[in-house]
């Protein structure tokens, strides 16, 4: 990893994200009006979010590695079931990670 | 602002603040990633969208290409399109203005306006102005300690920062998942996106499950 390509990436989400966020103010509102569009823009997060979960947890570049991030999700999986709030959530995992990364 | 409800002021606020806590967490995954803590900072306040920001350098993390992470963040941003479109006829902004109310445009400041509809016009976009830049002041502030606090703690597997990123995905994921058929599209997205990581170049499994989201919201 080097500097020209986290500034790379900087921008060009940048760039990307705000011109994505104007664009509802540009266009006439049939444009996007069209339902399967709708339906497919719902999903996407849902696409992507689940994802990046399995991304983060378990590959390493283009491996599937099990190891303390993997724990760590399965605690906050455990305390989503529990109904705990958010922030409980993601140091639950921290907290979980953590211990087995110290202790291998 | 004039005549603010009280009502409103309070929905923003308490939006704002918890929300903008979380910047926290990016801060600490922007900086775990192997971003400076002065590109973390500006990536909140450029990007300004939590989770697209998130997958920005949750991608980088995992070893994927640049283009990889900007399509990925940037996928997982068009919803904020939508928002916009959605928010212009109350806003009816033109010029700088315009510009402005297009980097707050997001889940939030969006959800919290609309919210306010039963209180008339001024309140839905007194809901949209003081929740976005609540949410945008706090946000960037809290990413700033977040990433200073992940500097000065050296190693983040030893601190759970790798595993706390996919958590707060999670997090962000699990009240979509109420719906059934919902779950089951987010089950096939997860399952594929395993078996194509040996398969294609790091980071674009994520950008590939699109295709489920294509293919499911294709017909009703």
């Known amino acids: 990893m080097n500097t020209v390509m986290t500034w790379s990436v900087l921008l060009g989400t940048s760039v990307l994200c705000y011109a994505i ?3 509802g103010y540009l266009v006439p509102a049939r444009w996007l009006a069209n339902e399967r569009l709708q339906r497919i823009n719902s999903l996407i997060p849902v696409v992507l979010l689940s994802a990046l979960v399995v991304a983060q947890a378990l590959a390493m570049k283009t491996h ?12 906050a999986f455990a305390a989503l079931m529990a109904r705990a709030p958010f922030p409980v959530v993601v140091i639950s995992a921290a907290v979980t990670s953590a211990l087995v990364y110290r202790w291998h | 602002m004039p005549h603010v409800s009280r009502r409103t002021f309070r929905d923003s606020l308490s939006v704002a603040l ?25 990536f909140s306040l450029l990007a300004f969208t939590g989770a697209s920001q998130f997958a920005a350098v949750g991608v980088v993390a995992a070893g994927g290409a640049g283009l990889s992470a900007v399509v990925a963040a940037s996928l997982l941003s068009t919803r904020n399109a939508l928002y916009s479109l959605q928010m212009a006829p109350h806003l009816q902004v033109t010029g700088w203005r ?3 109310a297009a980097q707050i445009t997001i889940d939030e400041s969006t959800n919290v306006a609309l919210a306010q509809a039963s209180h008339g016009p001024e309140a839905i976009r007194h809901g949209f102005w003081l929740t976005g830049s609540g949410v945008f002041l706090f946000w960037n502030i809290f990413t700033v300690l977040g990433a200073l606090g992940a500097k000065s703690l050296g190693n983040p597997a030893a601190w759970g920062l790798d595993a706390a990123v996919p958590a707060a995905f999670l997090g962000l994921l699990w009240p979509r998942l109420r719906d059934a058929r919902v ?10 996106a395993l078996v194509m990581t040996p398969l294609l170049p790091s980071g674009t499994p994520i950008i590939a499950t699109v295709i489920v989201a294509v293919i499911a919201g294709w017909r009703e």
Do not use: C, E
């Open chain 1, 21 to 23: 966020k104007l664009v």
């Open chain 2, 98 to 100: 315009r510009l402005v």
């Open chain 2, 183 to 192: 779950r089951i599209i987010a089950g096939v997205a997860a399952v594929f």
């Open chain 2, 18 to 42: 918890t929300v903008g806590a979380y910047g926290v967490a990016f801060g600490a995954a922007g900086v775990a990633a192997g971003f400076s803590v002065l590109q973390t900072s500006l």
């Open chain 1, 64 to 75: 599937i590695v099990l190891d303390h991030r993997m724990a760590g999700v399965a605690a």
